[in-house]
């Protein structure tokens, strides 16, 4: 969109929120390897990633977009990388307790494709 990926990289909270996904996947990817879930749980994780791994989730990360929606979409995005380490059956990390994104803009288009800056 726009010419570029800034709408879900490139600012340090949509970085930070990608570094959490990575981590939610090596964590996804070593629990399946082990052999330890059996079919059905399996199945759930791999739906529970597949959520994870919206992109629509980045979006909303950053400072242009109004604080109400960030927090919403935020907090939603750290409990769903809570519950795919509850299936995995693994402890979260701790950072997920604590907000990635605050939010505060006031863009003309907040909630929409994010315009290039020039």
């Given at each position: 969109?726009?010419?570029?990926?800034?709408?879900?990289?490139?600012?340090?909270?949509?970085?930070?929120?990608?570094?959490?996904?990575?981590?939610?996947?090596?964590?996804?990817?070593?629990?399946?390897?082990?052999?330890?879930?059996?079919d059905e749980q399996q199945q759930a994780a791999v739906q529970?990633?597949?959520?994870?791994?919206?992109?629509?989730w980045f979006w909303w990360f950053g400072d242009y977009n109004?604080?109400?929606?960030?927090?919403?979409?935020?907090?939603?995005?750290?409990?769903?990388?809570?519950?795919?380490?509850?299936?995995?059956?693994?402890?979260?990390?701790v950072h997920l307790d604590v907000p990635l994104s605050h939010?505060?803009?006031?863009?003309?288009?907040?909630?929409?494709?994010?315009?290039?800056?020039?």
């Amino acid at each position: 969109m726009y010419g570029s990926f800034s709408t879900w990289i490139g600012s340090a909270d949509k970085n930070r929120g990608w570094d959490y996904l990575v981590a939610a996947k090596q964590a996804f990817d070593e629990t399946m390897l082990s052999g330890n879930l059996d079919d059905e749980q399996q199945q759930a994780a791999v739906q529970q990633l597949a959520i994870c791994e919206g992109s629509d989730w980045f979006w909303w990360f950053g400072d242009y977009n109004p604080a109400t929606s960030v927090s919403d979409f935020e907090r939603l995005f750290r409990e769903q990388l809570r519950h795919l380490y509850q299936l995995l059956g693994k402890t979260a990390p701790v950072h997920l307790d604590v907000p990635l994104s605050h939010g505060g803009g006031f863009a003309e288009n907040a909630g929409t494709m994010r315009r290039n800056v020039e």
